[in-house]
C-alpha cells in the first residue's frame, strides 16, 4: 500500500478528534472535507497516470534524468 502525506493542520486535528477526544460537528466537518479533498487529489492523480502511457513516461524519465545532468 503507497503512503499519502496529509498536512500538520489535518494530522492535528485528526489526533485531537480520535485521541483527545475533542469531538464536535465543527471539527468533525473540517475534518471530513480535508479528507475529502485530498482523496479527490488522489483519483485525480490516479485517473491521471492511468491514462499515461509506458512510451510517455520513459520520455518524461529521459527528461528528467537529462535535466539533472
Excluded at 500538520?8 to 465543527?26: I, P, T
Amino acid at each position: 500500500m503507497k503512503q499519502v502525506q496529509i498536512s500538520e493542520e489535518l494530522f492535528s486535528r485528526l489526533y485531537g478528534f480520535h485521541v483527545l477526544g475533542k469531538q464536535d460537528a465543527l471539527q468533525a466537518q473540517i475534518i471530513c472535507d480535508q479528507l475529502q479533498e485530498k482523496m479527490d487529489r488522489i483519483q485525480a492523480r490516479a485517473e491521471y497516470s492511468a491514462g499515461v502511457t509506458p512510451e510517455q513516461q520513459r520520455k518524461r524519465q529521459q527528461r528528467r534524468r537529462e535535466r539533472r545532468a
